[in-house]
């Protein structure tokens, strides 16, 4: 697969979006039964770490792309500059995951037009913080000015032509933090669960209140025993 899609970027064929289109439909129609997206066609979840042990102060991209509720893609790398605040290295990232977005969206669509489907609408962009959805829309302070060319192109694309849709996560359950930076046992143990399909539950906090339950189930299994 990664042959064929390397191929496909240099020279297109006829084959090559035939045979990601065999693996697109083997995910669709099998299916995977703890899959969150496993009914979308295409999402896209994007993350930063500010300025994460870096010399010269540079933040950490990451970037997960999901094909029917299963990971396709990811993107971990350091941003090419440094950024001034936590919003402008979200909102790099945010611009990566974007045109990943686009060219996915390009490319799934034509597998799916080859197979007889239907083509992939607004794509789904998942991101962490508050700040974004002001930016994206043109609302700019003094402070955010030097954002400007990047919220209008995101401006562009969600409002103007509708190929993505910007749509706000709670941190703990962004996929993508687990390719920005390290995290807790916990935090990584529940979005493990969630990108390889053995996930029980998709909530942070319903994660945690089962994780308190089986820890007092076992302390009074003990103290019975005892």
Not at 126 to 131: G, M
Not at 178 to 187: I, S, Y
Request: glycine share 6%; with cysteine.
């Amino acid at each position: 697969m990664g042959a064929g899609k390397s191929r496909y970027c240099c020279v297109p064929s006829r084959s090559v979006p035939i045979c990601i289109g065999r693996d697109t439909q083997l995910k669709r129609f099998i299916g995977y039964p703890n899959r969150r997206h496993k009914d979308t066609p295409l999402c896209v979840y994007s993350d930063s770490d500010f300025a994460s042990r870096d010399p010269l102060a540079r933040s950490v991209t990451g970037v997960l792309v999901v094909l029917y509720g299963s990971p396709f893609y990811a993107v971990s790398s350091r941003q090419t500059c440094a950024s001034s605040s936590s919003t402008e290295s979200e909102l790099l990232a945010l611009n990566t995951s974007a045109r990943l977005a686009m060219y996915m969206r390009t490319l799934l669509s034509t597998c799916l037009k080859v197979m007889g489907q239907p083509r992939v609408g607004a794509v789904e962009i998942f991101y962490d913080n508050s700040s974004l959805p002001s930016v994206s829309k043109g609302m700019l302070t003094k402070r955010t000015r030097h954002l400007h060319v990047k919220g209008c192109w995101l401006y562009y694309l969600a409002k103007v032509l509708q190929t993505v849709k910007l749509t706000y996560v709670n941190t703990k359950e962004n996929w993508a933090d687990t390719f920005t930076k390290a995290l807790v046992r916990e935090r990584f143990r529940f979005l493990r669960y969630i990108i390889l399909g053995s996930a029980s539950c998709f909530s942070w906090e319903t994660f945690q209140a089962s994780k308190r339950r089986a820890g007092r189930a076992t302390r009074n299994t003990e103290s019975t025993t005892g």
